[in-house]
């Protein structure tokens, strides 16, 4: 017991010091809580400006979430559309409409439980992007048969 009184003797001559020196001038020595009941409240009570925030919040992200989901919507009726024109068979006989539309179904599927809205626009962004690229490949592929007629046509 001598020996911890020898320290406590010390650190509370230590203290004394530092605080006539003025190192320690508003800080806490002791402890780091509140010093009046109105602190304690402020440190642990959930004020109403937050909870406005907090309502404002909610409902940004609803509406970005329903706005989300339009565009997914949006999406895969676009797919569909799409799909129309690839009436071809693969080599098993399927035809490459039923064949994408298996799979953008399948895709959307797996995306579905997807909740971070960053990762939600990437997916979105990407579809409209392949979507855009296999019509102007279509496109692309459709005028080439068209030259090709056209030039067989002209040489007979």
């Known amino acids: 017991m001598s020996r911890n009184l020898q320290i406590q003797r010390r650190l509370s ?11 320690v001038s508003s800080e806490r020595c002791l402890h780091e809580g509140p010093d009046t009941i109105d602190e304690l409240l402020d440190r642990h ?10 309502e404002q919040e909610e409902l940004l992200n609803r509406r970005r979430l329903a706005s989300t989901r339009r565009e997914a919507l949006s999406l895969y009726r676009d797919i569909l ?9 693969d080599s098993k006989g399927v035809l490459w409409r039923d064949i994408l539309r298996q799979n953008a179904r399948k ?3 797996e995306a579905r439980i997807e909740t971070d809205p960053e990762i939600v626009t990437r997916l979105l962004i990407g579809g ?14 459709q005028r080439q048969q068209i030259e090709r007629e056209r030039d067989a046509g002209g040489r007979h």
Request: charged letters at 40%; zero cysteines.
């Open 13 to 23: 001559i230590g203290v004394k010091l530092i605080t006539r020196l003025g190192s």
């Open 81 to 89: 559309r799409a799909t129309r024109f690839f009436m071809w068979p």
């Open 128 to 141: 409209r992007e392949a979507v855009e690229s296999a019509l102007d490949k279509l496109v692309e592929k």
């Open 107 to 109: 895709e959307f599927e």
């Open 45 to 54: 009570i959930v004020k109403k400006e937050k909870l406005v925030d907090d």
